[in-house]
């Protein structure tokens, strides 16, 4: 191998390196900008009419606040970026039994007071987050 052919060699080689290493620095770039991947928040609904909205993402510490009808009580708490009811005055308390929600698409309910929390936004849901049936 001539002089001239370890040269070439060399720098296409630093030239791979060069590139990766750009790849690799603009595969960090979304975590510079997460606004761009859209927020997740939730509704909160009253009789389907919009009572509330909370942005999950990026939502520190814990919040709690009561929502009163004339049907009852229910008090939800955001922790962290997830939302949750925590406590409510309905027979079956299934609202209560929900859990957190932080992923777009969940939902809990509290019918009898006509309650729905909803969180939406953020990317579509992973291809294994589907469920299809025949």
């Not at 919009?50 to 009580?73: C, D, I, K, S």
């Not at 309905?90 to 777009?104: A, M, Q």
């Amino acid at each position: 191998m001539g002089e001239s052919e370890k040269g070439s060699s060399l720098s296409l080689k630093r030239a791979d390196w060069a590139l990766l290493s750009i790849l690799l620095a603009l595969s960090f770039l979304p975590l510079a900008f997460p606004g761009q991947q859209g927020a997740c928040y939730a509704d909160i609904t009253l009789k389907g009419e919009l009572y509330r909205r909370v942005l999950l993402t990026g939502h520190r510490g814990t919040e709690r606040f009561e929502v009163e009808t004339e049907a009852g009580r229910n008090v939800i708490e955001v922790r962290g970026e997830s939302i949750a009811v925590v406590e409510a005055d309905c027979p079956d308390k299934i609202c209560v039994g929900s859990g957190g929600l932080s992923r777009p698409g969940e939902t809990a309910a509290c019918l009898p007071h006509g309650l729905l929390l909803e969180v939406k936004g953020g990317s579509s849901p992973a291809q294994d987050d589907v469920l299809m049936a025949h």
